[in-house]
């Protein structure tokens, strides 16, 4: 079985930043891909950004210029990198991992919540 942990959600000010992480741990077939999701109180879970395992990045067009994904192969951990945080940006963000069997896994979620 496979394990994502995720961390470094919180609460912060418009206009902050905030570096999610996720570890994946446990029976890890060869990752195909990671990404970070989003779920806002009464909307539907959202992809926010995914990298490759080839490095190879896309952003949902909420988060461009604004967001940075990056991935350590060595540690199986992905990032999320949010600056310049919107009260909409507020959900919580779930870690996700498709390995090349096509199998998915999901993280428990973190909050993140941006107010004043």
């Known amino acids: 079985q496979v394990q994502l942990v995720e961390s470094g959600g919180g609460l912060v000010q418009p206009g902050g930043s905030l570096r999610l992480s996720c570890a994946a741990s446990?029976?890890?077939?060869?990752?195909?891909?990671m990404a970070w999701y989003r779920q806002a109180p009464g909307k539907q879970r959202e992809q926010v950004a995914i990298?490759?395992?080839?490095?190879?990045?896309n952003y949902a067009d909420s988060g461009k210029g604004r967001f940075t994904i990056s991935r350590d192969n060595t540690k199986n951990t992905v990032y999320l990198q949010m600056n310049s945080l919107k009260p909409e940006d507020t959900a919580v963000y779930y870690c996700?991992?498709?390995?090349?069997?096509?199998?998915?896994?999901w993280g428990q979620g973190t909050q993140v919540t941006v107010s004043s």
């Open positions: 996700y991992l498709r390995d090349l069997l096509g199998r998915e896994y």
């Open positions: 446990g029976s890890i077939f060869r990752i195909n891909s």
């Open positions: 990298i490759t395992s080839g490095g190879v990045t």
